[in-house]
């Protein structure tokens, strides 16, 4: 059985729960994918499934990519990624050039949603961090900056790992345990509760929590 | 763009949700009839105000009625397509040349009355 697919992030909406609550979901395209290739621990050391998403056109891959695709008799993708397996006897019957679509996951079921969250470039710390600053207003000329960065002659340096400005966003994050309110098989949808690292059209790993 | 699946989706609920409301409108005083649940009991509750704006598209409509109760003015957005609401009595159609009416907020007593909309009436969603 394969634990996760690929899928893109659509964007967000909302549901009505049949007793009137008003749930906030994610669509994601998920799937279809394809399993391009199984990891064994005999050959790689580790077992794993790697799985494909969305096909391109020939010129936007290079031979040795084409020749891993043909090879395997499955579509030209776009992205191949891996979904790590700990117990191997989980890929039994799972073949190469597979299709694996969003039917493997059942409405009310836990995932683990993977992106990458949106890029916010060089922030100061107010945002990065959620720092107060300082004030804005009695004369201050001494806004959103991070204030003091240490003590005196000691510990005469600034600590490691001290919160500062810098570069944010553009983060691996894994949103565990949301669930799944709705499967579309026919249209490869999935409406996952609440909301998903990245932005609209970005990739997104999704497997199985637990 | 229709093929976004997500305007899909939304059209999908909101035929789905669809209930035929009285068509009521900005300006006009209404009943809503709104289930609640109290305790382990579900019953309905009636809300009665002025309709000062609608908001959202597709299923994601809400609309907020404002009543001053017992000198207190009360908002309440109801979810246009919620399966708890029930029903939308029509009790006076309102006339009103705004679409927001946020300037009620302000008024209170005689000023705070809307004037009666006489003729047309349609029926519908």
């Known amino acids: 059985m394969v634990t996760g697919l690929l899928g893109k ?28 290739m199984k990891r064994t621990v005999e050959r790689d050391g580790y077992s794993a499934i790697q799985l494909g998403f969305e096909e391109v056109k020939e010129k936007a891959l290079n031979k040795p990519l084409i020749g891993h695709f043909k090879k395997r008799n499955v579509p030209l993708l776009r ?40 890029g916010r470039g060089f922030q100061g710390v107010m945002k990065r961090h959620g720092m107060s600053g300082q004030r804005d207003s009695h004369g201050s000329r001494y806004h959103r900056v991070i204030g003091s960065i240490g003590m005196r002659k000691f510990p005469g340096r600034v600590h490691k790992g001290k919160r500062m400005p810098g570069h944010m966003g553009t983060n691996r994050v894994t949103i565990r ?25 970005s990739l997104v790993i999704i497997r199985k929590a637990g | 763009m229709s093929d976004d699946p997500i305007i899909e989706l939304e059209k999908e609920f909101k035929e789905s949700l669809k209930k035929g409301l009285s068509d009521f409108k900005v300006g006009d005083t209404v009943r809503v009839n709104f289930r609640i649940i109290e305790g382990d009991k579900e019953r309905v509750q009636a809300f009665e105000g002025v309709v000062i704006r609608f908001s959202g598209a597709m299923h994601r409509r809400t609309f907020t009625v404002r009543k001053v109760s017992g000198g207190v003015a009360v908002e309440r957005i109801f979810p246009l397509y919620s399966p708890k609401l029930e029903s939308v009595e029509i009790i006076r159609r309102g006339r009103v040349r705004r679409a927001r009416l946020y300037y009620l907020r302000k008024l209170y007593g005689k000023g705070a009355r809307i004037k009666e909309k006489k003729g047309i009436r349609s029926s519908g969603e």
């Open chain 1, 177 to 201: 345990n949301l669930e799944v309110v709705a499967v579309y098989p026919e249209r490869n949808l999935l409406l996952v509760k609440g909301a998903v690292p990245g932005h609209r059209g």
């Open chain 1, 79 to 118: 992205y191949l990624r891996e979904i790590r397996v700990d117990d191997p006897s989980i890929l039994e019957g799972v073949e190469e050039g597979q299709v694996v679509t969003c039917e493997i996951f059942q409405v009310g079921e836990k995932v683990n949603v993977t992106g990458w969250t949106k």
């Open chain 1, 9 to 36: 992030k659509i964007g967000m909406t909302q549901v009505f729960k049949e007793d009137g609550t008003v749930v906030p979901v994610t669509v994601i395209k998920a799937g279809p994918c394809y399993v391009v």
